[in-house]
């Protein structure tokens, strides 16, 4: 299995709903990664855990909130987001942390829309 | 962290061969080049890497330069499929957890 699972595909929540994103990777990887990405634009690094453990939060508003309950998933916990979190966001894993290894696997992403 | 400068976009006719140029004129000696590709409506997928030695493999050839301060990915023979945004990134050797995507190359394949 060389893939990552993302679920739901597409998301549209209210600014008072709690919802939660999943990821899921059956690669034995132990680096997984959440990524922003807004329409034309790269995707932008929000979290990374290493060995189920957050080792890059970079600046993300606490609205959103990450969880790895495991070594095969990840979570992304949403509440009271605004209109402009709406974009796509994009899972990632990769076997650890050095460089020189193949790289990094995505997954196709949970389109969210924010009303 | 080390930044790469790519050209916004760049056409190419279909069966032709493609270079695609990446700027990493800041780069450190232990950073790695990674190339990555997101067609439409999907996640970023990997195309290649390599450190100091141009790489082959069955997607795409990368040539890096003796000073290491600019690369090349090089798709040989374009194909429709091939439209897609190109990221040019560097990756840490080893801190490799730190990936950073920059505007990357909007490649359009004229049939």
């Known amino acids: 299995d060389t893939e990552v699972t993302q679920t739901p595909k597409h998301l549209v929540m209210g600014m008072t709903n709690k919802k939660s994103l999943k990821c899921e990777q059956h690669?034995?990887?132990?680096?997984m990664y959440w990524y922003k990405q807004k329409a034309k634009k790269p995707p932008e690094l929000m979290f990374v855990?290493?060995?189920?453990?957050?080792?890059i939060n970079e600046s993300v508003p606490s609205r959103f909130s990450p969880e790895c309950p495991n070594s095969s998933l990840l979570n992304l916990h949403l509440h009271a987001l605004q209109p402009e979190d709406s974009a796509l966001y994009l899972c990632a894993s990769s076997q650890d942390g050095t460089g020189g290894l193949r790289g990094y696997t995505f997954g196709s992403g949970t389109r969210l829309t924010v009303v | 962290d080390a930044k790469t400068t790519q050209p916004n976009s760049m056409e190419s006719n279909e069966e032709e061969p493609v270079h695609l140029p990446c700027n990493h004129s800041t780069i450190s000696g232990t950073d790695y080049i990674h190339w990555y590709r997101q067609l439409p409506s999907q996640g970023p997928e990997y195309v290649i890497h390599g450190l100091t030695s141009n790489v082959n493999n069955r997607m795409a050839s990368l040539a890096i330069a003796e000073d290491r301060k600019s690369s090349t990915l090089i798709l040989h023979r374009a194909t429709l499929r091939d439209a897609a945004v190109y990221y040019c990134i560097l990756r840490p050797r080893y801190t490799g957890n730190q990936f950073y995507f920059g505007t990357g190359t909007s490649l359009t394949v004229i049939p």
């Open positions: 855990y290493s060995y189920e453990k957050l080792s």
């Open positions: 690669m034995g990887h132990r680096a």
